[in-house]
């Protein structure tokens, strides 16, 4: 993958029929599911069958499964997913026929136009912090659109058009393309090195959310304890954009403090920059969630909500689909299924799992243990962050490694999970490629009492029922 061309977005009325190719991913179907309940005549196609391509379906898309020229049809707009290579027969044909060719973040941007548009940026936590928004505007009685990089796990969507005014957003800076969003209101949650295989370094990658932030209009809200996310606070006062932060330093406008857990529980009190403190449950574990809940006050708080009510909506949050997702029970063992696949993410997931076992065995229960299951994902990604993988994947008791996700890459020379496995520091470390010996081996370790995480990007998430199953 390489970073996208920035194109700027085209008002949704001026589309004409719209093609996706490679629309059965989270983001691309959730933009094609806004534009289908928006009156838009929407067709796609992508490599495989999928429960999110049949959803298309029914609400009125034409799907194909696989990819060929004659599925472009009478398309007025192509939109293709940054995974597409430029031979896709879809592509070739759109580009023979001078058809208008827009990457997906161009056609999210094209939902932004004219609505009051709020943007998640961050190298971790977008779609947590998108997904507790939408739930608090939610519960404080607004019908927000949104697009998320996940489903919530209340509505099982990752997208819709909304019935008002404002409409929040996931915005993507692996490959570039939230250059092409031009938010109201943007949360950057963090900035950290990740993506270099598109970035050749961290000061890359502060200079997209420098320009990031020169497309938003009114203001940012910045996790303040982020040294990168700090850098960019300066950015947007430069700019003179209004900046709010959030987090425990205590020069954050809104900051956390207090927290305490109990099992999969967190409470914390939030100090909002005017009125009363502010006191939170939430059903996550996780102090880096915490954080996410207080961008969410805090961008309820810019809109005009009151913070005391916004926090009632964290407590009715379920989660996000692969965000600490709870996949079931057997045999006292519970298996549990999350997206992290960036040390600081695993690292973040495996304190929040240590913490909420931590507060049960204090209450008298059983002092459980933690079991990974980690899937690399990326070749380039393993390689640039071996050392920190296996630093962050010492925080479990048993690690058991799959081989690596390729996805969009092609294999590296020498470059194989075991260069992760070799590093961790305990000997409680397998490696095992095949996904059958990995399930296995998760169920030989685990014991009563203990966490399963499933962990990584890539298709690992679908072993945590398969290990419930094995489990009981």
Known sequence: MSLVEPTEPVEVDKLGRVHFIGMGGAGMSGIARVLLQRGVEVSGSDARDSALLRELEELGATVHV????????????????????????????????????????????ALLLGR???????????????????????????????????????TGLGADAGADDIIVVEADESDGSFLMLSPRVAVITNVEADHLDNYGDLEEIHDKFAAFIGRVSETVVVGVDDPGARRVAEVARQRGLKVLTYGEADTADYRVRDITVDGFTTMFT????????????????????TL??????????????????????????????????????ANGVSVYDSYAHHPTEIAADLDAARAALDSQAAKGGKAGRI??????????????????????????????????????????????????????????????????????????????????????????????????????
């Open 66 to 109: 696989g990819h060929a020229a004659e599925h472009v049809g009478d398309a007025d707009t192509v939109v293709v997913s940054s995974a597409i290579r430029d031979t896709n027969p879809e592509l070739v044909e759109a580009r023979a026929r001078n058809l208008r060719i827009l990457p997906r973040a161009a056609a999210l941007g």
């Open 116 to 154: 009051y548009g709020v943007a998640v940026a961050g190298t971790h936590g977008k779609t947590t912090t998108t997904s507790m928004i939408t739930v608090v505007l939610q519960h404080l009685g607004a019908m927000p659109g949104y697009v998320i990089g996940g489903q919530l796990v209340t």
């Open 270 to 289: 939030i100090d909002p920059p005017t009125g009363d403190p502010v006191h939170c449950t939430l059903p996550l574990p996780g102090r880096h969630n």
């Open 292 to 329: 996410n809940a207080a961008a969410a006050v805090a961008v309820a708080d810019t809109i005009g909500y009151d913070p005391e009510v916004a926090v009632e909506g964290l407590a009715e949050f379920a989660g996000a689909a692969r965000r600490f997702e709870f996949k079931g029970e």
């Open 371 to 472: 079991v990974v299951l980690f899937q690399p994902h990326l070749y380039s990604r393993t390689r640039i962050f071996a050392e920190e993988f296996a630093a962050a994947l010492t925080k479990a008791d048993e690690v058991v490694v799959l081989g690596i996700y390729a996805a969009r890459e092609d294999p590296e020379p020498g470059v194989t999970a075991e260069l992760i496995t070799e590093r961790i520091g305990h000997d409680r470390v397998y490696y095992r490629p095949d996904r059958d010996a990995a399930v296995e081996c998760v169920v030989s370790v685990a014991q009563p009492g203990d966490i399963v995480l499933t962990m990584g990007a890539g298709d690992v998430t679908e072993l945590g029922p398969r290990i419930v199953e094995a489990l009981g």
